[in-house]
């Protein structure tokens, strides 16, 4: 029997707990040995629950059991998630987790406490959800040097900007739906502003890249500034809107960015609805590989952590996630990087054309019946160039960089 400890009983843990117990049989076949929850921590009781005998409310319980060989950390945050992990990897014990912000800042030093130590920090349930992204990085894809990761990384955003293309209905309004139906928080910050998106690409640019790549030196733009009117554009051009979180190795530089993008129906993730991911790997030897799945929830987040306990139960003396180098990825700034732009302003197309052609050069006009306004898709062009263009027209309502 193997010896696990929950630290938090909230969605993701209280499912983490179900599926052991569910499949805790077919688990054990796989393990060769049977796994047991000894321990809940967490600061409420669950009176009537069945693992109420199990809760503690003092971590060092835990910490100093030597029979707890695992700990799975699912309290999410930095504080104190961040301090419990680290003290239960340097007390020896395999640590698997579902906290991206917990990765996102201090996944370097962890992985290499893990490593020292010769245990685990499994994080696959960090980005995506139930999808498996991490490992495939980590093990079946180091024979490819991979060039590009783009992937929709939020579960909320995308079934947001979904319903906006589907009713035509604004961004507030599908907002509330999605916090009604239990997609988006109370205080949606963290998934809207992109800054969720942010700490998942870096994590999974960390590992492709080999060197950690710093959730704060990412530029980031969330979908607040996305309209109706936006998606109405993309239907006429066949087109959608999603946000993407995206770093791509190119001419010897490293880009990265989070931010709304459209995307016509040739693109691998122009399907990928409502709440669910996908991320797209492109390497020079695999060329391009899809990951798809549900990106949030309590099982689907939950099978992904049992999946690394399971791993952890295997590999109790033998630690399998080299860390990334701890010298920062330089990141190049987003101003170099080139694409195409799709931009609103307001007035009448034949009115403003002189000054258009005078600040992009040649665009594709779009137009919309009873819109006092049109949009353009520029040339491709560098972000500095866009700024430095969109400066010498007046009227621009938003834009929306394309990806091809």
């Known amino acids: ?27 054990a076949k796989k393990v060769g040995e049977e796994l047991n929850v000894k321990y809940v ?28 060989k695992i700990v799975v950390e699912t309290m999410g945050g930095v504080k104190p998630a961040y301090d419990f992990v680290k003290r239960a990897l340097l007390a020896g014990k395999s640590v698997a987790t579902s906290n991206k912000e917990l990765v996102a800042k201090h996944g370097t030093e962890l992985l290499e406490i893990a490593q020292e130590k010769n245990i685990n920090f499994l994080f696959e349930a960090s980005v995506g959800g139930g999808i498996p992204i991490i ?19 939020n579960g909320t955003t995308n079934y947001i900007l979904t319903k906006m293309a589907k009713e035509g209905a604004e961004f507030d309004d599908v907002l509330k739906q999605a ?12 998934d809207i502003e992109g800054f969720d998106a942010c700490r998942k690409i870096a994590i999974l640019s960390s590992l492709a890249y080999g060197s950690m ?3 704060e030196d990412i530029h980031t733009e969330g979908i607040t500034n996305i309209s109706a009117v936006d998606f109405k554009y993309a239907a006429k051009l066949g087109r959608s809107i999603k946000l993407f979180g995206t770093s791509k190795k190119k001419d010897g530089k490293y880009f990265a960015l989070v931010a709304p993008v459209m995307i016509n ?43 690394d306990v399971i791993e952890a139960a295997k590999n109790l003396n033998n630690n399998m996630m080299k860390p990334w180098k701890a010298e920062k990825l330089a990141l190049s700034d987003i101003s170099e990087d ?15 054309k002189a000054e258009v ?21 520029t040339p491709v062009m560098s972000e500095a160039e866009y700024k430095a263009a969109a400066a010498k027209v007046d009227g621009i309502i938003n834009m929306i960089r394309i990806e091809e």
């Open 213 to 215: 790549v710093d959730f």
């Open 135 to 153: 490992r495939p990085l980590n093990q079946c894809l180091t024979s490819d040097e991979i060039y590009e990761i783009t992937g929709i990384l």
């Open 265 to 307: 129906e040739n693109h691998a993730l122009f399907a990928v609805n409502d709440v669910f991911n996908g991320i797209l790997v492109k390497g020079n030897v695999v060329d391009q590989v899809m990951f798809y799945g549900r990106g949030a929830g309590s099982l689907p987040t939950a099978s992904a952590v049992v999946a």
């Open 41 to 68: 921590l967490d600061l409420r009781s669950f009176p009537g629950d069945p693992i109420e005998e199990k809760v503690v409310h003092d971590v060092d319980i835990i910490l100093n059991d030597p029979d707890v």
């Open 357 to 377: 052609e005078a600040a992009f050069g040649d665009a594709e006009y779009i137009t919309i019946d009873g819109l006092e306004e049109f949009a353009i898709i």
């Open 1 to 27: 029997m193997i010896n696990i400890a929950v630290m938090g009983y909230g969605t993701i843990g209280s499912g983490v707990v179900k599926v052991i117990d569910i499949n805790g049989e077919s688990i």
């Open 338 to 352: 080139t694409k195409k732009f799709f931009v609103r302003i307001s007035g009448v197309a034949e009115d403003k």
């Open 179 to 190: 916090q009604a139906n239990g997609y988006a928080e109370r205080n949606p910050a963290a």
